[in-house]
C-alpha cells in the first residue's frame, strides 16, 4: 500500500484538488489507479469525480514516465521552425511516439502546447531544462550524452 | 573599471545556456558583483552580459559558455559588442518594461529603488472611486485580447456589496507564440503585484489569485518569492484588510484562460465554460463578485497611477492607449519582446524592430490560435484593437508569429486547428465536433486527398462555429481558417485542385531528391536514414520516404533537397 499522506499539505478543500493532483505527480512522476482512489477520499469525492478533472488537463499522466522526460514543444513559432521533423527525429532516435515511453524506462516522449521560448525555436526540454534553437544534429548530440551518462 | 555584471537569467537566457555561463562567470569575476537579472526582451541576443562601468554599460551577445570568451568579456575586448540597433530602439517605447532586465527580480529593495511602490502610495492616499476613475480616464483596455476597458471592469466589483470580492491575475498565458506575461513575471514580479494591490484598493478585492500555467515554473518561483517579501514587510495590508495572495498552478488547458472556466478551475474542477449573465463580477469563484485582469494589465496599472491618466492617454490612438508588448518570433531576424506604442505599423513591427528582410515576409499571425493571418501587402495597417479586428485578425494577447515565404498557409491552417481541436473543452457541440471536422478537412487537403466542396464547407462550418459556440475559444477557433482562405486562397486551390503545395511543406505533395552533380558520396544520407530510403547508389526510394528531412540536414553539400512531386526529378530514380 502507498503513502499518500503528504496530500494533507494540500488541505481538504474542493478548490485544492488540483493542487493535490500536483503534489502527487511530482512525487510519482504520475497518477496511478491507487493515487485516483487516494486523492478521491482525501478530497471526500467520487473516483469519477477525480478521473475527470484528470483527464481534462493535459499536465496530468497516467503512465508512469520515463527516467528522462522528454516534452517537445508544439506552439506556433516552433511549429513553422520544423517542430514536427524535431519529433520524428527523436522518435527515430529513441523509438517511442509522443506519450509513450520506451521499454527500459529511460526516455518518454510527449508534445507541449508551448514553453514560451518561442524567440528560441524550435525548442524542447528534458526533465525541465529547456534547449533552444534545435537542428538535428545538436538534437542528437544531446540524447546521445544522455545515454552515455545513463 | 567593471563595477557590476548583469546577467539575464530568464527562461529564454537560460535555454539559451546563461546558466552554464553564469558558473564559469562567477568564478572569473573575482570580486566583481554578478548579478542575475531577468529579460530585456532581445532573445536572439541570449546569453547576454551587461557590464556596468565608470563610463556607462556595456553589452555582450551570444556569450559562449567557456573561459576564454567570458575572460575576453572581462577584458572588455571589442568583439562580441552588442548594441540595440538603432532601428529598433528608435521605435521602442519602454514603459511597461522599462526595469525588466534591468534589476534583480526578486530583491524588494532594488525595485523600490527605482520608484517602485510609490504608485501604490499614491494610490492608497486616494479615495477608490478617484482611484476607479483615473484608470477610466487613462483608457486602459485588457492587454489579455479582448481589450474591454479596465476601469470599467473595475467599477463593477467596486460597486458590489459582498464579504469577499476575489481579484485574478489572469497569467495562463496559454497562446502558443505569446511570452510577454511570463517574461513580466519573470522580471518584474514585484510590478504586477504592485498593479493588482492597487487594484484591491480600488475595487476592495479581499482574496488576489495569480492563475499561472505550470509551465512557467520560474515565473512561480519569482512571484512567490516576492509574495512572502511583501507580506513579510506588511504590504499586503491594504487599509486595515489583510488583503490574501494566492499562487494557482494551471494544469495545462488552453480553455482556462476563458474567464468562467478559470473559475471553474480554480474551484478545482474541469475547466469549462458557462453562459455569462451572470458576470463573474455579479457571481465569480465561489459565487462571490469577481474580476479577471490580463498580467500586462496589471504591469500597466502603476505606471498610470505614477504618471498619471493624461500622461498614459496621450500616447497610443484614440481607442487604443499605452504601448502594448508584442512576443515576435518565427521568421525574423530578432525574435523577441518588443514594447511598442499603439498606432505602430506591423511594418515597423516586422521589418523594423524584427528585422526581417522585405519580401521574404509572407504574413504575421496575430493572436495565436483564435486571431488570423494578416498578409504582407497590409503591413501598413495601424496596431490597436480596432484596426486589426476589421482585418478579420485580433490583437490577442501579443504574440506575433512572423510567417516566412517558404511556408505554407494550409498547413498553417491546420495546425490552429489541430491544437483547437485538442483543447476544445468538448460542452458545445459545435465547437467540440466543427473543430474536429475541419481539422479532419484541412488534414484531408495538406495530404493531398482534397475535395472540390473542401473550401466552401470549410467557409460554411467556419461561420457555424462561430455562432454556435459559448466561449471565446469556439468563437475564434475558426478564424486562422477563414483568414488564410480570404487572403491565401490560391494556396487552398493548388492544394485541391493541382494536388501541389506551392511552399514544398506538405510531406505527401513532395518528393525528396539528389543532385547527383554536386554530391560528394560521403554517405552521411545513407547513415542518417531512419527508414534505409537512401540507396547504395544515392538514389532516394520516395515511397519509403518519411519526409523527415534528416538527410537534408545532415548533407554538408546541401545536394538534397524537397521538390514538387513528379517534377523534373523522377520520382523512381530520384535523379535528374
Known amino acids: 500500500m502507498q503513502d499518500f499522506s503528504y496530500l494533507s499539505a494540500a488541505g481538504k478543500e474542493r478548490g485544492a484538488l488540483i493542487k493535490g493532483l500536483q503534489m502527487v505527480q511530482e512525487k510519482e512522476g504520475y497518477i496511478s489507479d491507487a493515487a485516483i482512489s487516494a486523492v478521491a477520499s482525501h478530497f471526500a469525492l467520487s473516483e469519477a469525480e477525480v478521473e475527470g478533472v484528470v483527464s481534462f488537463y493535459a499536465q496530468f499522466k497516467r503512465n508512469k514516465p520515463g527516467k528522462h522526460q522528454i516534452a517537445v514543444c508544439d506552439g506556433t513559432a516552433c511549429h513553422i521552425k520544423g517542430s514536427t521533423l524535431i519529433q520524428e527525429w527523436i522518435s527515430a532516435e529513441t523509438g517511442i511516439k509522443a506519450g509513450e515511453t520506451d521499454a527500459d524506462g529511460f526516455f518518454s516522449l510527449s508534445t507541449v502546447a508551448c514553453l514560451g521560448c518561442c524567440s528560441l525555436a524550435p525548442v524542447m526540454s528534458i526533465n525541465g531544462k529547456v534547449y533552444g534553437k534545435l537542428d538535428r544534429k545538436a538534437l542528437i548530440s544531446i540524447l546521445k550524452n544522455l545515454r552515455k551518462n545513463g | ?186 522580471s518584474v514580479p514585484y510590478q504586477v503585484l504592485e498593479g493588482m494591490l492597487i487594484g484591491a484598493h480600488a475595487t476592495g478585492a479581499t482574496k488576489l489569485f495569480i492563475y499561472c500555467r505550470a509551465e512557467y515554473p520560474l515565473a512561480i518561483r519569482n512571484l512567490k518569492l516576492a509574495i512572502k517579501e511583501l507580506e513579510k514587510r506588511g504590504i499586503t495590508t491594504i487599509g486595515n484588510r489583510k488583503v490574501e495572495v494566492i499562487i494557482k498552478e494551471g494544469a495545462g488547458a488552453f480553455v482556462c484562460g476563458e474567464e468562467t472556466s478559470m473559475i471553474a478551475s480554480l474551484e478545482g474542477r474541469r475547466g469549462t465554460p458557462r453562459f455569462r449573465p451572470p458576470f463573474p463580477t455579479d457571481s465569480g469563484y465561489m459565487g462571490y463578485p469577481t474580476a479577471i485582469n490580463n498580467v500586462e494589465t496589471f504591469g ?77 501587402d497590409k503591413f501598413n495597417t495601424p496596431v490597436d484593437y480596432d484596426s486589426l479586428n476589421a482585418l478579420g485578425a485580433i490583437m490577442g494577447s501579443g504574440g506575433l508569429i512572423v510567417i516566412g515565404q517558404n511556408r505554407c498557409m494550409v498547413e498553417a491552417a491546420r495546425y490552429f486547428l489541430d491544437f483547437t481541436h485538442r483543447e476544445s473543452c468538448g460542452k458545445c457541440t459545435f465547437c467540440r465536433v466543427g473543430t474536429k471536422r475541419m481539422f479532419e478537412t484541412l488534414e484531408r487537403i495538406t495530404k493531398g486527398d482534397g475535395l472540390e466542396t473542401d473550401v466552401p464547407f470549410l467557409e460554411d462550418l467556419g461561420k457555424k462555429i462561430k455562432k454556435g459556440s459559448l466561449c471565446g475559444l469556439g468563437q475564434t477557433a475558426p478564424n486562422p481558417v477563414l483568414a488564410t482562405i480570404r487572403y491565401f486562397k490560391n494556396e487552398y486551390d493548388a492544394h485541391v485542385k493541382e494536388k501541389k503545395c506551392p511552399a514544398l511543406e506538405c510531406g505527401p505533395l513532395v518528393d525528396v531528391a539528389i543532385d547527383k552533380s554536386n554530391c560528394i558520396k560521403c554517405k552521411l544520407c545513407i547513415k542518417n536514414c531512419p527508414v534505409g530510403a537512401v540507396s547504395d547508389s544515392f538514389v532516394i526510394d520516395n515511397s519509403k520516404c518519411t519526409r523527415c528531412n534528416s ?24 535523379q535528374l
Open chain 2, 1 to 186: 573599471m567593471i563595477k557590476t555584471i548583469k546577467i539575464g537569467t530568464a527562461s529564454c537566457g537560460l535555454a539559451a545556456g546563461a546558466g552554464e555561463l553564469l558558473e564559469i562567470l562567477r568564478k572569473e569575476a573575482g570580486d566583481i558583483p554578478v548579478l542575475e537579472v531577468g529579460c530585456i526582451g532581445h532573445c536572439y541576443a541570449e546569453p547576454l552580459l551587461e557590464l556596468v562601468t565608470d563610463s556607462g554599460s556595456v553589452f555582450y551577445s551570444n556569450v559562449k559558455a567557456d573561459e576564454k570568451s567570458i575572460r575576453s568579456v572581462l577584458s572588455l575586448a571589442p568583439e562580441g559588442r552588442f548594441s540595440i540597433p538603432e532601428k529598433r530602439s528608435s521605435k521602442e517605447m519602454l514603459k511597461v518594461t522599462r526595469l525588466a532586465g534591468k534589476i534583480d527580480p526578486v530583491s524588494y529593495d532594488a525595485y523600490k529603488a527605482e520608484g517602485g511602490f510609490s504608485a501604490l502610495e499614491k494610490a492608497l492616499a486616494m479615495s477608490s472611486d478617484a482611484l476607479v476613475d483615473e484608470i477610466k480616464k487613462s483608457g486602459l483596455r485588457g492587454r489579455g485580447g479582448g481589450g474591454f476597458p479596465t476601469g470599467n471592469k473595475w467599477q463593477f466589483l467596486a460597486a458590489k456589496k459582498a464579504d469577499q470580492k476575489i481579484l485574478i491575475c489572469n497569467a495562463d498565458e496559454g497562446d502558443p507564440g505569446a511570452f510577454m506575461d511570463r517574461s513580466l513575471m519573470e
Open chain 2, 300 to 376: 500597466n496599472i502603476p505606471l498610470i497611477v505614477r504618471e498619471g491618466a493624461a500622461a498614459f492617454a496621450s500616447v497610443g490612438t484614440e481607442k487604443s492607449k499605452g504601448t502594448k508588448i508584442f512576443a515576435l518570433a518565427g521568421d525574423i531576424k530578432c525574435p523577441g519582446l518588443a514594447e511598442v506604442p499603439m498606432g505602430i505599423t506591423l511594418a515597423e513591427i516586422v521589418y523594423d524592430i524584427g528585422g526581417a528582410e522585405p519580401g521574404t515576409v509572407k504574413a504575421v499571425q496575430t493572436g495565436g490560435p483564435s486571431g488570423g493571418c494578416i498578409p504582407a
Open chain 2, 551 to 574: 538527410c537534408i540536414e545532415v548533407c554538408p553539400k546541401k545536394t538534397i533537397s524537397r521538390v514538387e512531386k513528379g517534377s523534373g526529378y523522377s520520382a523512381v530514380s530520384g
